[in-house]
Structures are given as C-alpha cells and as structure tokens.
C-alpha cells in the first residue's frame, strides 16, 4: 500500500558478542506465536518472508479518537543477534507527521528503544508503545519541532497528518 | 510508563556510548582466569605511590584475582560466578538448594509484580539449569564453571535474570531503598529506577543495588575499593561489607565504575 519505501539490510546485525543465532530464532517464533495468539487490536507484525527470522514488517494501525485514526503505518523491526538483551532497530517505514518521529528516516525517539530498553519487552509491547505514543507524544523531546509545535492544535494538525498520509499511501 | 526518553541523554551520545562498550567487551575475557594479585601492579604507574601502597595492603590479604568483562555487567557477573563457585567448590547442598529456591521464588515475585512470565522464564530457565547442574555434580570443577559462564547461550541469559531478581527484591522492599533511590538519583518511584537502572542489561549498578543483591541472595561481601584517593588513615583501602558487620563469603575489587573478584589468602 506505501509508495514510498525504504531500503533496508538483509541481512541480521551479526556481532562478534552474539549468542548463536539460534535461541534469537526460537524467542523470535515463541514472540510471532503469541502475537497471532493475542490478536492486539491494530497492531501486525510478522517476519519479512524470505525466510530471514531477524527483518520483521509491522503495521499498527491510528486509535480511534487520534489524528490518526483509519491510517495504517508500516515500520521495520531489525533484530540483532544480541535480541533481546539489546533493542531491536525499529523505524516507521511509511513516513508520519508526528513530533517524536524523523519524517525522513522514520527514526522513533522512544524511551525503550533506547536507554530504557530490557529483555522483559517485546515485539508487542513495542508496537503497543508506539501506538501509544502516536496518540500522546513527548512534545519535551521533539524529533519533529514543526510537529511539536503544531501538535496543541489538534485540527491544523489532523489536516496535515492527512494530507501527508493520502500523498505516500496514495489515497486520496 | 512513559514514552519518550526525557533526559538529556541524546542520540550520539547514546550512540557513542554503545560503540565504546562494545569495543571494551571485545578486548577482555568474559570471565578471565586466576591470576597472582602482583599482576594487578602492571595496571598502574609504578611511580604512582598512593595506589601501590594499597596494592601492597592488598597483598597481604588476597593472593589471586580473577577479571571480570567490563561491559557493565561486571558486578552482577562477578557476584553470581562468585556464588556459583563457592557451590561448585564446597559443594554444600544446602546452600545450592537456599539458591535455588531464592531464584523461584523471584520469579513467582516478578509474576505476581506483572512481568510476563513466557518472557522471564527463558531466562530463569538457563540459570536454574546451571545451578540443577552445579548440585548434580555435572559441572565439577571451576574450569567447567568458567566455560559456562562464556558460553553464548548462558553468558547474557543469566546475568539477565539476576537483574531482574534483584529488581523483584528491591521492589518488594521499597521502603527500605526508596530514602537512597530519592536522596541519590533523580527517580521518585522504584519502578522507575529498577527499570531504567537495572533491568536493561550493561547497566553499570551503583551502591544500592550491590547491597539489594546481596540481601536477595542471602550472601555477604566485601568490597576493596582501590582508588587514587589518599585517605587520611593507616588503613589505605577502603573495605566495605555487605550486609555491614556479617562475615564475608565472596570479596570483590572495587576500582571506580568496575568490580573483578578476589580470592582471599
């Protein structure tokens, strides 16, 4: 559905530090089962499906009530060998007006990703807290400033999300 | 919780900081091997009076000392290969059985806390296993221990899960830390230190959580701080035991930002 897309690397972020490849693997399907399990509302991930376990493709859809409602948002989880001792690398690869994203590179600046992140989260508790945080930025630390500073005005804003949205999903 | 990172910590630096991690844990062993105290000396100016006179009073002490990586897991793993070695060594069940009830019944804490289970049972697993081993007598030796503790399916598994046991420890007993975690960081909650200093993995502890893992674990230590401060007092070295005043099992070197374990005389 996204024209617009990024290129993203093959292959996973193998380290010298790295456990054997394998119980990455093992963790990565127990986590795909019970998000099929789960059925959080929104929210999709899955691997990227040429049989690489460690580049997922996830979508998560705008909560009702938020400028973002009805739009649907494809990002890209990279894993590394490391996972899930070390965040995986995950970035909005449909571009959003939003003040805690890069609209370029689809960088999240989000806590867990970062220096908050343990072993105890995981794919979807990721792609919950980004849902969340769509609908209640950290206005304090913006990525976007234009979006932070728009954000008060929730109207002008919804128009802007829209009008960016229809140009890279190609809706009108 | 909260979304956004709102400290001042910015990208590069995070960034930055990560690369110089990682360029640290390539160069040292996970868990080094014993080795006399005196190499401790190559570490240091032999002009450097101050030190060496603690290395000297050191000496008369300690006899051997075992490097630990570090990659800010330094005390967790220095701690729980300390208590691992002691089991493997004495061989004393009761102590091997205290240890692993400790470990089961933190993870029935971190269920009743709201952790996912699913996820912390990988982890509480490799650890429970390692110790099962240790009082089966199917790791023997110290050496056996050693290869373990490197292994790359065991080495980050276990230190994973004694961060967080020692959160579900701190958690439990908040009343008792909250004055430090209020007096010396910048957290108003203990859920929020536990999570942003101690569960995520390669986070340097401070002196609060060293004194919460012992207290988890039922273990006392000491510490030998060697530092290039001149203190005004015979005693150069800096001792602290944990809990204050019990008899230590397991010692540790403490120089500024790292631990590394010490075998007594």
């Not at chain 1, 973002?68 to 990002?75: I, V």
């Not at chain 1, 490391?82 to 370029?104: C, M, R, S």
């Not at chain 2, 910015?10 to 690369?19: A, G, T, V």
């Not at chain 2, 030998?224 to 944990?242: G, M």
Request: hydrophobic content about 35%; proline content about 4%.
């Amino acid at each position: 559905m996204s024209s617009v897309s990024r290129a993203v690397p093959k292959k996973p972020l193998a380290t010298n530090n790295g456990q054997s490849g394998q119980s990455v693997v093992k963790r990565l399907q127990q986590e795909l089962m019970t998000l099929m399990m789960s059925k959080t509302p929104g929210i999709n991930a899955f691997p990227e499906g040429d049989g690489n376990m460690f580049l997922w493709v996830a979508t998560i859809k705008g909560c009702q009530d938020t400028v973002y409602d009805g739009q649907t948002y494809k990002l890209s989880i990279q894993f590394s060998t490391e996972y899930p001792f070390k965040a995986p690398a995950v970035f909005f690869t449909t571009p959003i007006f939003h003040p805690n994203v890069d609209y370029n590179s689809g960088t999240i600046c989000l806590d867990i990703l970062k220096d908050k992140w343990s072993a105890a989260y995981n794919v979807r508790t990721i792609l919950i807290s980004i849902q969340s945080l769509m609908g209640d930025p950290n206005n304090d630390s913006p990525l976007n400033s234009q979006a932070a500073q728009l954000w008060e005005n929730q109207e002008e804003f919804g128009k802007v999300v829209k009008q960016k949205y229809s140009e890279v999903s190609g809706q009108k | 919780m909260d979304h956004v990172d709102s400290s001042s910590f910015s990208m590069s630096d995070y960034e930055r900081q990560q690369e110089e991690i990682e360029s640290e844990t390539k160069s040292s062993p996970i868990v080094g091997d014993k080795q006399s105290i005196e190499s401790l000396r190559q570490a240091y100016n032999p002009d450097n009076e101050q030190v060496q006179k603690k290395i000297n009073e050191l000496i008369q002490n300690y006899s051997v000392w075992r490097t630990v990586r570090g990659d800010g897991n330094c005390f967790i793993r220095a701690f729980l290969f300390s208590v691992c070695e002691e089991l493997v060594l004495k061989k004393d069940t009761t102590k091997q059985k205290h240890f692993q009830s400790v470990l089961k019944n933190s993870l029935e804490s971190l269920v009743n806390l709201g952790y996912p289970e699913m996820l912390l049972d990988d982890f509480y697993s490799v650890l429970d296993d390692l110790v099962t081993e240790i009082g089966e007598g199917k790791i023997k030796s110290v050496d056996e221990l050693q290869q373990r503790f490197v292994d790359p399916d065991t080495k980050d598994a276990i230190i994973c899960y004694m961060r967080f046991l020692i959160s579900a420890y701190m958690q439990l007993n908040g009343d008792e830390y909250i004055p430090y975690v209020l007096g010396t960081t910048d957290h108003v909650t203990m859920d929020s230190y536990c999570k942003t200093e101690l569960e995520g993995m390669y986070k340097e502890v401070d002196n609060i959580i060293v004194s919460a893992t012992c207290a988890a674990c039922g273990v006392s230590l000491r510490l030998e701080c060697v530092d290039a401060q001149n203190r005004d007092s015979t005693q150069q070295v800096q001792t602290i035991t944990f809990p204050d005043q019990s008899e230590p099992t397991i010692f540790m070197l403490y120089r500024p930002g790292h631990y590394d374990i010490l075998y007594k005389r």
